[in-house]
């Protein structure tokens, strides 16, 4: 079993930036894709960033230019900085990593963006 603990939601003006934070830990052995996800009230779930074992990104359209996700495979940590926020993003964001065959998500963390 793998457990995430998401950290760094909070209240932003439009505007303004927040860095969001996932710990991994409990039986690691090779994780691979660790990734941010968002759901908006009333909205699926919808991919923000991911990023491989290797460093290779992926952003989803909302968040290029924006957003920029890393990671720190000794430490098993995911990091998410979103600058430039606007009100249409207010959602809980999940951290999900996969860890050799099995998925895991972290509890959530509330952002929201004030107008």
């Known amino acids: 079993q793998v457990q995430l603990v998401e950290s760094g939601g909070g209240l932003v003006q439009a505007g303004g930036s927040l860095r969001l934070s996932c710990a991994a830990s409990g039986s690691i052995f090779n994780i691979r894709t660790m990734s941010w996800h968002r759901q908006a009230p009333g909205k699926q779930r919808e991919l923000v960033a991911a990023?491989?074992?290797?460093?290779?990104?992926n952003y989803a359209d909302h968040a290029k230019g924006r957003f920029t996700i890393s990671r720190d495979n000794a430490k098993n940590t995911v990091h998410l900085r979103m600058n430039s926020l606007n009100p249409e993003e207010t959602a809980v964001y999940y951290c999900h990593v996969m860890e050799r065959l099995l998925t895991y998500w972290g509890q959530g963390t509330q952002v929201t963006v004030s107008s």
């Open positions: 990023i491989s074992s290797g460093g290779t990104t």
